[in-house]
C-alpha cells in the first residue's frame, strides 16, 4: 500500500496563491487532488499521470496547475487567484491505473478568506 505526505496547506487571502506538495512512498501512476467542503462530496482537482496527462476541474481550470517530479514521487498543486469557494479539506490520492483503488493521504485544509 503506497502511503502518501501532504503539505502546504493554511490561511490565505481572496486573490492570493499556495502550494500543495504530495509525496508517495512508491512510483505511481497517477496522483492528484481531491477537495471536500462541509456539507458538500468530495471531488476531482486535478490529476496528472506518469507521462504527464493532466485533467483539471472546471472551476479550477485556468488558475490551478498541477505538476510532479517522477523521481522524487512528488506532486505539485499550485492554486492561484484563490476564492472563498475554494476552501475545503484537500486529499492527495494515487492510484497505479484507471481501475485500481485509490490510496489517500491524510488531508490538509485551505482557508480562502479575508
Known amino acids: 500500500q503506497v502511503q502518501l505526505v501532504e503539505s502546504g496547506g493554511g490561511l490565505v487571502q481572496p486573490g492570493e496563491s499556495l502550494t500543495l506538495s504530495c509525496t508517495a512512498s512508491?512510483?505511481?501512476?497517477?496522483m492528484g487532488w481531491y477537495r471536500q467542503a462541509p456539507g458538500q462530496q468530495r471531488g476531482l482537482v486535478a490529476r496528472?499521470?506518469?507521462?504527464?496527462?493532466?485533467n483539471y476541474a472546471d472551476s479550477v481550470n485556468g488558475r490551478f496547475t498541477i505538476s510532479r517530479d517522477n523521481a522524487a514521487n512528488t506532486v505539485w498543486l499550485q492554486m492561484n487567484s484563490l476564492k472563498p469557494e475554494d476552501t475545503a479539506v484537500y486529499y492527495c490520492?494515487?492510484?497505479?491505473?484507471?481501475?485500481?483503488?485509490?490510496?489517500w493521504g491524510q488531508g490538509t485544509q485551505v482557508t480562502v478568506s479575508s
Open positions: 490520492y494515487a492510484r497505479y491505473s484507471e481501475t485500481s483503488l485509490a490510496a
Open positions: 512508491r512510483s505511481i501512476y497517477i
Open positions: 496528472i499521470t506518469s507521462d504527464g496527462t493532466t
